[in-house]
């Protein structure tokens, strides 16, 4: 995958982010999971911009842009991150479905956003290793 393709799913996966972002800030009545998320897919954007820059800016170290590939492979954590989104998404939009955005309630389980924060956390811990890694 070459730094095209990759800055362009990063802007994809940053678009769905912001998409997920303003939902949760307008469900009412949402448990305290709701920050949570909000936090965490505020810090992997924040991430995310970082990586496009790097990788917009050409001078790219083999080592780095192999873990940045990796990232990036099909099924990878980039991957990982935006089916959970997309998911996310689709559970919204299918309960929100007739009703005002104000009035949206919460959908998901304990379980369920245990599991996104868990995944967010790896793809936060791996984009900052990634990023460490350039400065090497």
Not at 20 to 34: F, M, N
Not at 65 to 87: F, H
């Amino acid at each position: 995958m070459d730094p095209l393709s990759i800055t362009a799913s990063i802007i994809a996966i940053l678009q769905l982010t912001s998409k997920v972002i303003e939902y949760l800030g307008d469900v009412k009545d949402a448990p305290k999971e709701r920050a949570r998320l909000v936090t965490e897919a505020s810090h992997i954007n924040g991430l995310l911009l970082d990586l496009a820059s790097h990788l917009a800016e050409g001078h790219l170290k083999e080592l780095w842009y192999n873990t940045i590939k990796s990232l990036a492979a099909p099924n990878g954590a980039l991957d990982q991150y935006k089916a959970d989104l997309e998911k996310f998404q689709r559970k919204v939009v299918a309960s929100g479905a007739g009703k005002v955005m104000h009035s949206l309630v919460w959908k998901f389980n304990k379980a369920e956003v245990d599991g996104m924060l868990s995944r967010m956390e790896r793809l936060k811990s791996l984009i900052l290793i990634a990023l460490g890694m350039d400065h090497q």
